[in-house]
């Protein structure tokens, strides 16, 4: 998701919200968010800071400019990782990278890129900027290796218009070979499209999370914030909900569920003429239970910066809302949550604007690593930083 250069900063506020999600029946368990009516048990993670590394800003690399990693996995064919870049084909062409992550229990060594390739288009030529006006442009989000296949598969958001002379440019979900050539597309939900009226995706609220789940058999996806039917964004008040989806790889829906957004954590200062600004940017499906993720949300506030936080949700007890065309005024159960970490309360050098997230290797004592990474936006006063932490 692009943050302007004007929203930035890098305090990070260290208040706790809860989440007041509207219209749904539910009930409170030990984390203080609102959640279903099954038994809390089954989620909980608890995490710890194992390091970080900060890779040089707008590193060059191959002729590009390494930064806006919006998504990140673990390639389980090579142990390397993949990254992608929210590049809108402004620098350039939009596209990926590779990398060796040294991660253990004693922190995050060293990031070493090995390779990058552009994204492709189905007839072999790069994604134009939208400066090109032509409707191909993409932002990029998310990518994930096909567990099966080890090819990649990857998110972007399209664009909703701000005028009607605009072309509209609808989300997708594509997959790609190892060197970035098109090979297919997933068939989205009809409720992930954009539309000139007040239903559908918001704008720049679209795709940006995925995950594989069941072995690669399942697809799961995330919406950043709420559909403009679903109900207004978060405030001080109240949260919202935003649709997670899962999906056969054919594109069969096999069920869409309302996960419990916080709302805003702290009001602005009046520093910036930019409102606060949450959601969603990934979800990382969880070993052995199809029902399980984690959640990261991600938050901006003028004058208190980002505040990132980790939850362990789940989709179990939860009501399928494929069929309602609209969460407002519905009673439905949500997704139950439980808060594994606040970045802000784990020794973390500054908090910035997380987006991506991925397992990493598991340690001698039985600990899952689970690796993230910032989008820096290519802004001066911001990082590309990765952290490791130790999942228990």
């Known amino acids: 998701m692009k943050l302007s250069l004007i929203r930035r900063s ?23 968010t609102r959640g279903g009516t099954a038994a809390s048990s089954d989620i909980g993670a608890k995490a710890r800071l194992l390091g970080e590394k900060i890779v040089p800003h707008k590193l060059p690399f191959r002729g590009t400019t ?68 032509d409707g191909k442009a993409v932002d990029p989000e998310e990518v994930r290796v096909d567990p099966q296949t080890c090819d990649y598969w990857w998110a972007q958001e399209g664009d909703r218009p701000k005028s009607s002379d605009e072309p509209v440019i609808q989300p997708s979900i594509q997959f790609a070979g190892r060197s970035g050539a098109y090979l297919g ?21 679209a795709v940006e999370a995925i995950t594989f789940g069941a072995g690669g058999r399942v697809l799961t996806s995330a919406v950043e914030g709420p559909l403009l039917q679903d109900g207004p964004e978060p405030t001080l008040r109240h949260g919202a909900l935003v649709r997670v989806t899962q999906q056969r790889r054919d594109g069969e829906v096999l069920g869409q569920f309302a996960y419990p957004l916080e709302k805003i954590f702290t009001a602005p ?13 990934t979800i990382l499906a969880y070993p052995g239970d199809p029902s399980r993720y984690f959640v990261l949300e991600r938050t901006w506030v003028a004058g208190a910066g980002y505040k990132i936080r980790l939850f362990d949700a789940t989709t179990r007890g939860a009501t399928d809302v494929q069929h309602i065309d609209s969460l407002q005024g519905r009673k439905v159960v949500p997704m139950r949550k439980k808060l594994v970490a606040d970045l802000a309360d784990v ?6 604007n997380t987006e991506g997230m991925t397992w990493g290797p598991t340690l001698p004592n ?27």
């Open 10 to 32: 890098c305090v990070a506020a260290v208040v706790l919200a809860a989440t007041m999600a509207p219209a749904v029946a539910a009930q409170s368990d030990d984390s203080g």
């Open 66 to 133: 390494v930064g806006g990693l919006s998504g990140i996995d673990r390639d389980p064919c090579t142990g390397e990782y993949v990254a992608i870049s929210d590049d809108r084909s402004v620098l350039q062409p939009a596209r990926f990278y590779t990398a060796r992550i040294a991660v253990d229990g004693a922190g995050v060594h060293s990031v070493d890129f090995t390779g990058t390739h552009p994204l492709l288009q189905p007839d072999g030529a790069v994604y134009p900027p939208v400066s090109a006006g």
């Open 185 to 205: 597309q997933l068939p989205l939900p009809p409720n992930y499209k954009i539309t000139m009226d007040d239903w559908g995706i918001r704008r720049n609220k």
């Open 269 to 281: 200062d009046g520093s910036s003429t930019y409102p606060p600004d949450t959601g969603v940017p």
């Open 347 to 352: 020794g973390l050098s500054r908090v910035d």
């Open 366 to 392: 039985g600990e899952r690593t689970l690796v993230l990474v910032s989008d820096d936006n290519f802004a001066d006063d911001a990082v590309t930083q990765f952290v490791a932490l130790g999942i228990r």
